[in-house]
């Protein structure tokens, strides 16, 4: 892919974070915005072409490719909906039409899979119909369509990405989503020599390294057309937690040199029904999952939490 400038809302963020990395890494020049007023910006450690700035110091940098991330999150729509609703909307209607305004090429619209269901089970395309029912999947629906709606409107390309149980370490030191299920694990694993399942073992989730996300995220840039707005983020085949936090006991094993137990209630254990949340139509644009980055992701989250202790 030829050398674009890319701007990221949140790019010093969870998954914005590592996206930042992933692009500068590549030769891309990168613009992470951030809101956290608590960082000093100058020592964050970046790529020499990635520029850190607040959001509202951007200036006319000529922008190839927006990927708006900045949202609350799950914990935080929880906490106080109705703020988080009106941060969120007002935010995204803000960057869409900066983005018309400055003839942004592509505009890319983090959501997630929760818009379909709650519970997720059953099997899910981009074609499916939307149940959401948590406050935080009910917004990211509505924004959705706000940023659907103003394709058709202004002809602004936009895709709408939804992203599943995403993993992994963080890039910057900004973000903290240790509560996701596998990063806790690894944390757990690290910080207590032990693993403990807090919920039903046997729910089904499909999960999908950050490594993974960042990949797609490029093929979706490259692929220009404007007939598929929506794509699905997922590794698109569901495992328990049991058998997830199995695998997680092994490699923190083999990196920590010592056994980790395995814990859990056996009362929670109870059958839940499998999701597959199709990546058929971001495979069609040539998008692979990798199956070495999902291992390699623990793996490096792993030893990211021991240089952290």
């Not at 940098?61 to 799950?74: F, G, T, Y």
């Not at 254990?269 to 990798?290: P, T, Y």
Request: glycine share 6%; hydrophobic share 35%.
């Amino acid at each position: 892919m030829e050398a674009k400038t890319i701007l990221l809302t949140g790019g010093l963020g969870y998954v914005g974070g590592r996206l930042s990395k992933y692009f500068a890494d590549q030769g891309h020049k990168v613009i992470a915005l951030s809101r956290n007023k608590t960082v000093d910006y100058p020592n964050i450690q970046v790529n020499s072409n990635t520029d850190v700035l607040k959001a509202g110091l951007l200036d006319d940098h000529k922008v190839d490719v927006l990927i708006h991330l900045a949202s609350p999150n799950e914990i935080e729509f929880e906490k106080n909906p109705d703020h988080c609703k009106e941060v969120h909307q007002k935010g995204t209607i803000e960057w869409l039409e900066w983005a018309k305004s400055k003839t942004v090429g592509q505009f890319i619209y983090f959501s997630t899979v929760h818009v379909y269901a709650r519970p997720l089970v059953g099997e899910f395309n981009e074609n499916s119909l939307c149940n959401p029912q948590h406050p935080y999947s009910i917004s990211h629906k509505n924004v959705e369509e706000h940023v659907l709606n103003y394709q058709k409107d202004h002809e602004l390309n936009v895709k709408v990405v939804r992203l599943s149980n995403s993993f992994g370490f963080p890039a910057f030191p900004t973000s903290n989503r240790w509560t996701l299920f596998i990063n806790d694990l690894c944390k757990q694993a690290v910080e207590t020599a032990k693993i403990e399942i807090r919920s039903n073992p046997l729910q089904q989730r499909d999960f999908i390294s950050l490594s993974n996300v960042c990949t797609a995220v490029e093929s979706i840039i490259q692929s220009k057309g404007k007939d598929s707005p929506i794509y699905n983020l997922s590794s698109g085949h569901s495992t328990t937690l049991l058998e997830m936090a199995e695998r997680i006991k092994s490699i923190a094993e083999k990196k920590l040199g010592k056994e980790i137990p395995l814990i859990f209630d056996k009362q929670k254990m109870q059958e839940s029904g499998e999701v597959e949340i199709s990546n058929e139509k971001l495979r069609s644009i040539g998008w692979e999952l990798d199956q070495v980055h999902f291992e390699m992701e623990i793996e490096k989250t792993v030893e990211f939490l021991v240089k952290s202790t």
